[in-house]
């Protein structure tokens, strides 16, 4: 699995605040913290840590005894094909990661369910497919999935890559929800993360105050 991220327009060093609904983020299983993108301004990372990130849980089968690490899924998760942002279930019965053409033209949200000691084959999110899908990231109950995506917004005229979210409902997940302001612009608005308290940081390129 690579680390590198995908290509971006621009860089993202604009942090943003939001508090969304609380019972969206309650607390799940604790384990492994998530890192801060790397395209992230240091201020979006000291606004995290005081924040407090959401934690995801520890994948099995990623940490070894001793703590030295392990790749996640080999040949099946983490394969020749370029892959990174992966998010865990509270529960580790799934996960899900991107995974890109090498040119970065198609980013793709993929999923994988544990079975047993092993992972399933990925398939394509069913929310994802059809526009080029980043980033995305499981609150702590695992009840909803944010990511970022160029798809059309109907109340923007610009196409840049936006903040979205889905549900999960009886059925599996809802249709994307475009949260709309203050967390979507006509600038970019990526990398998603939501913590334990219900605050929501992600980078954007609008103007700061």
């Given amino acids: 699995m690579s680390n590198r991220p995908p290509s971006s327009p621009r860089s993202f060093g604009l942090c943003r605040r939001v508090i969304v609904d609380p019972a969206a983020v309650s607390p799940g299983q604790a384990g492994s913290c998530g890192l801060v993108h790397p395209r992230i301004s240091r201020s979006v ?22 703590g ?23 529960d580790g019965s799934e996960l899900y990661f991107n995974r890109a053409t090498p040119d970065r033209s198609r980013l793709t949200i993929m999923v994988s369910y544990r079975q047993g000691n092993d ?29 970022s995506s160029d798809r059309p917004r109907p109340t923007s005229a610009v196409r840049s890559f936006s903040t979205w979210y889905v549900d999960r409902e009886s059925g599996g997940w809802s249709a994307p929800i475009d949260p709309g302001p203050p967390l979507n612009s006509d600038s970019a608005d990526v990398f998603v993360t939501v913590a334990r308290s219900g605050d929501l940081v992600f980078g954007s390129t609008r103007d700061g105050p």
């Fill in 119 to 147: 992972w399933s084959a990925p398939a394509v999110a069913s929310f994802s497919g059809l526009y080029r899908d980043v980033d995305p990231f499981l609150t702590t109950d695992g009840r909803r999935l944010y990511f």
């Fill in 68 to 90: 030295a690490l392990a790749i996640v899924g080999s040949g099946v998760i983490s394969t020749d094909a370029p892959e990174f942002a992966i998010t865990l279930a509270p």
């Fill in 45 to 66: 990372l000291v606004l995290s840590m005081v924040a407090g990130m959401s934690c995801r849980p520890t994948a099995p089968g990623t940490v070894q005894s001793g």
